[in-house]
């Protein structure tokens, strides 16, 4: 499985859109992404939305944090790990808390076996 800043580029590095909307994230969600994804080594799972929007996703069988970069709005994190539900706005020192918290867990995988 690539790493976060490996799928990030492969997404920039893909077709611009489809018939569905854009596929490439827009180039200020691209900075944005690194600017989260600096220290983040574990491996995880990208994806963009219709408006060029990113969502990176780090999942186990009981437990998942999802870093979502949207196109104009503030970048956000859902996570779930044991009781611990929640949405929160982002920052780089949370993910990491929250994916410590997570890989303490187990070994990971991904929703999507194409990525």
Request: aromatic letters at 10%.
């Amino acid at each position: 499985m690539k790493s976060a800043l490996e799928q990030l580029i492969n997404l920039w590095d893909g077709p611009e859109e489809d018939d569905y909307g854009r596929l490439r994230p827009t180039p200020d969600v691209f900075v944005k992404s690194i600017f989260f994804l600096l220290n983040v080594t574990p491996s995880c799972c990208a994806s963009t939305d219709s408006e060029g929007g990113v969502r990176f996703e780090w999942i186990l069988p009981t437990a998942s944090v999802h870093l979502v970069i949207p196109k104009d709005l503030v970048a956000y994190i859902y996570h779930e790990i044991d009781n611990d539900y929640a949405t929160e706005d982002a920052t780089p020192e949370r993910l990491n808390l929250l994916l410590h918290r997570l890989f303490s867990q187990g070994e990971d995988t991904c929703s999507d076996s194409t990525t």
